[in-house]
């Protein structure tokens, strides 16, 4: 696994998925910063309280969409928010449903996987990883769309 570098910007991307958050976190940051903004308010005059609540709600959305992770598989490597690695260090690639995924969460196999797992995406994917000077013995992270991914890692494992 390799921290520092993207997959190659020169290749051709066969699939891409960015982890946006989803509503429920969406809604809690605006009840979060619609509290901040009362709290302003009753001292400061509502004009502050809506100001207040503007540009926090602005700056906490922002802030979300921007770090949201993303996927990126191509034909050679795969990346996961800053990780990447090379598909030949890939090994079995499985579909976690959300039944799975709750049990995968509470039983982690090992502590030293790499998780990027977002609450509000019921669906993910673990990749094992053969890779010997990898610390990590499988990736698991979310993922809207699981069978895709299966479907684009299947494909280039077959190649």
Request: net charge positive; hydrophobic share 45%.
């Amino acid at each position: 696994m390799n921290l520092t570098k993207t997959v190659n910007q020169t290749e051709s991307v066969l699939y891409r998925e960015k982890l946006y958050p989803g509503l429920g976190f969406t809604a809690f940051i605006l009840f979060m910063t619609a509290s901040l903004g009362i709290a302003f308010a009753k001292p400061y005059g509502m004009g502050i309280g809506w100001l207040t609540f503007a540009l926090s709600s602005a700056i906490f959305l922002l802030g979300t969409i921007v770090q949201s992770p993303n996927i990126r598989i191509t034909k050679s490597a795969i990346q996961v928010d800053l990780a990447t690695i090379e598909l030949a260090h890939v090994g079995r690639v499985e579909n976690l449903a959300s039944g799975k995924l709750d049990q995968a969460r509470k039983n982690s196999n090992s502590k030293s996987a790499y998780l990027v797992l977002r609450p509000g995406i019921r669906t993910s994917v673990i990749l094992e990883i053969l890779d010997t000077n990898d610390s990590h013995p499988y990736w698991h992270f979310s993922t809207r769309k699981p069978a895709r991914v299966l479907q684009v890692l299947n494909e280039l494992k077959a190649t």
